[in-house]
């Protein structure tokens, strides 16, 4: 299965309502992060969050990190109908030989804010 | 300052045919890295250069491959098409590594291959 797992993979919610989303992973990384990508196009950064880093804030945006749990959330408050896009997590595979580390991307969870 | 440039935008190729994918980093940014994104598999990495030489790579077959030149322009190759190569490539580039800092996506080329 893949190294990050977002869920759910679809979520609706009230403009104006928080939407939480989640991502988890296999192996010890050092940092998430959590992209943004609307309607099939090019994915927009979002946050980074070290493995030391518990928690980070970025306006709407907060996102904590379980590594304890390998899990790591997103919650972004008071949702717009601009929000409405899909949200991936990615980490870093390091498998340990030359040239082999990996950059997984989750499946991603549809986000859609409904009016 | 100009964002990631992807060129083309749109292609659509024939079956055992090959194409070559452009893609204009950032000024400054040294790390340029792609991606393949289609519905089943979704997002995966293909591989990444840093200074013009290729640093780390995904699971893809020897037809993927790529370069980075001495501007950090990098190109993707893709030979004897299939139809299952059919899918967004997206580019990022970034100063290190897409891993340890912010990376900046271009928006994509979609290839069709029929």
């Known amino acids: 299965s893949q190294q990050g797992e977002e869920d759910p993979q679809a979520l609706s919610i009230q403009e104006g309502e928080n939407a939480t989303m989640n991502c988890s992973y296999k192996?010890?990384?050092?940092?998430l992060q959590w992209y943004r990508q609307n309607s099939g196009r090019g994915l927009v950064h979002l946050i980074l969050?070290?493995?030391?880093?518990r928690e980070k804030h970025s306006g709407r945006l907060r996102v904590t990190l379980d590594t304890s749990k390998k899990s790591s959330s997103l919650l972004i408050t008071a949702s717009r109908a601009a929000d409405t896009a899909s949200y991936f997590c990615a980490t870093f595979l390091s498998v340990g030989m030359n040239r082999d580390d990996k950059i997984i991307f989750g499946k991603g969870t549809r986000l859609h804010i409904l009016p | 300052k100009a964002g990631v440039t992807q060129t083309p935008r749109y292609l659509i190729k024939t079956r055992g045919q090959q194409v070559t994918l452009s893609c204009s980093p950032i000024?400054?940014?040294?790390?340029v890295s792609w991606y393949q994104q289609t519905p089943g598999q979704g997002l995966q990495f293909l591989f990444e250069y840093f200074s013009e030489t290729q640093r780390n790579k995904g699971n893809f077959p020897g037809r993927f491959s790529g370069r980075q030149f001495s501007n950090s322009r990098s190109e993707m190759n893709v030979s004897t098409l299939e139809l299952g190569d059919s899918a967004l490539y997206l580019c990022?580039?970034?100063?290190?590594?897409?891993?340890?800092?912010?990376?900046?996506f271009g928006q994509g080329t979609r290839l069709t291959v029929v």
């Open positions: 990022a580039s970034s100063l290190v590594g897409p891993m340890n800092t912010e990376a900046f």
């Open positions: 969050i070290r493995s030391n880093e």
């Open positions: 192996t010890s990384i050092n940092n």
């Open positions: 000024s400054g940014h040294r790390s």
